[in-house]
């Protein structure tokens, strides 16, 4: 299963876009890249998740470049409910991986006003 | 998206103690499976669940610390057995639908004295 790296904290000012970018160097061609948050005292909630190029929801947008090494969490005008620790996956919740999910440290964002 | 409930929300135990958490889903769901998450880390897999089948635990698990029920296919229980203050965490259920994402129960704070 890839492994990811992603910064352990990151701030930001209400209002501001935020972008959390995470590196998976060992992707494999079928894995999917898939970001999860959490709030305090909350299970992990399902953000967006993409393959390649550029995944937009309603809450956020997910920008992969071709080699797909690395990808990018885009947060537009943050407030400060979205302080949260973000979480990036790779190749996880699938049927190869049996659907259960190996978490890593996951990005502690604070959005102050 | 999926409901997802557990009992208790919080606990205190005296070491030695056991404690059962529960997890009651909406609707049926094949695929369920307990974290947990220790103060200011990660979530970390105990075990997968699947109705029908003895539940699966990951290395550093076994099945008479953590004994899983999975009686029908929305609900399930974890057992805490002779718990120790390192028992003291975060206890969540999640369960896989629409395809691959993941839904996460709202988790049992837990402190073992």
């Known amino acids: 299963l890839a492994k990811t790296t992603q910064p352990i904290s990151m701030d930001s000012y209400e209002g501001q876009e935020v972008n959390i970018t995470c590196s998976h160097n060992n992707i494999a061609t079928n894995d999917y890249i898939t970001w999860y948050q959490q709030f305090p005292s909350q299970g992990p909630r399902f953000i967006i998740q993409?393959?390649?190029t550029k995944v937009t929801n309603e809450v956020a947008s997910l920008f992969i470049p071709a080699d797909r090494k690395s990808s990018t969490l885009s947060l537009p005008r943050v407030s400060l409910s979205d302080t949260a620790v973000y979480y990036c996956?790779?190749?996880?919740?699938?049927?190869?991986?049996?659907?259960?999910?190996?978490f890593g440290k996951g990005t502690s964002l604070l959005v102050t006003p | 998206s999926a409901v997802i409930s557990q009992k208790p929300s919080r606990d205190i135990c005296q070491r030695g103690t056991s404690l059962t958490i529960q997890c009651q889903v909406d609707s049926q769901v094949t695929m369920m499976f307990w974290y947990r998450q220790q103060p200011g880390q990660s979530l970390t897999l105990i075990a997968t669940a699947n109705q029908g089948s003895e539940a699966t635990y990951e290395s550093g698990f076994v099945i008479d610390k953590f004994p899983i029920s999975r009686p029908n296919l929305t609900f399930s229980t974890l057992t805490v057995s002779n718990m120790s203050p390192e028992d003291s965490s975060i206890y969540l259920c999640s369960v896989v639908r629409g395809g691959e994402t993941q839904y996460f129960g709202p988790g049992t704070r837990l402190l073992v004295l």
């Open positions: 993409g393959y390649k």
């Open positions: 996956l790779v190749g996880e919740g699938n049927s190869n991986s049996g659907y259960a999910l190996n």
